[in-house]
Nanobody
Framework: QVQLVESGGGLVQPGGSLRISCVAS????????MSWYRQAPGKERELVAT????????NYADSVKGRFTISRDNAKNTVFLQMNSLKPEDTAVYYC?????????WGRGTQVTVSS
């Protein structure tokens, strides 16, 4: 059974930091590129960051470049998103996605709220 379980979300003040995680099971994690998406209320889901299956390459949305870092630990089937200098506009539900050729899996999301 394929599962992606996100954790680590919460309430943080503007300028603060948060690290969210996604633990995968039920598929060969090291084959899959991993991404973080987010969806704010009333907005479409958007791609935040992607990391290749071996962790050798990463890409970021312009809105988070220089502030967010995606990483993975293939030995622990886990992908991370380190978020620094958080802004109120980063408030959203953050979703983990695994993709390999035509196969795609989603987690249920973790809420991140940036507010004073």
């Amino acid at each position: 059974q394929v599962q992606l379980v996100e954790s680590g979300g919460g309430l943080v003040q503007p300028g603060g930091s948060l690290r969210i995680s996604c633990v995968a099971s039920g598929f060969t994690f090291r084959w899959y590129a991993m991404s973080w998406y987010r969806q704010a209320p009333g907005k479409e889901r958007e791609l935040v960051a992607t990391i290749t299956n071996d962790g050798g390459s990463t890409n970021y949305a312009d809105s988070v470049k220089g502030r967010f870092t995606i990483s993975r630990d293939n030995a622990k089937n886990t992908v991370f998103l380190q978020m620094n200098s958080l802004k109120p506009e980063d408030t959203a539900v953050y979703y983990c996605n695994a993709r390999h050729i035509s196969s795609s899996h989603w987690g249920r999301g973790t809420q991140v709220t940036v507010s004073s």
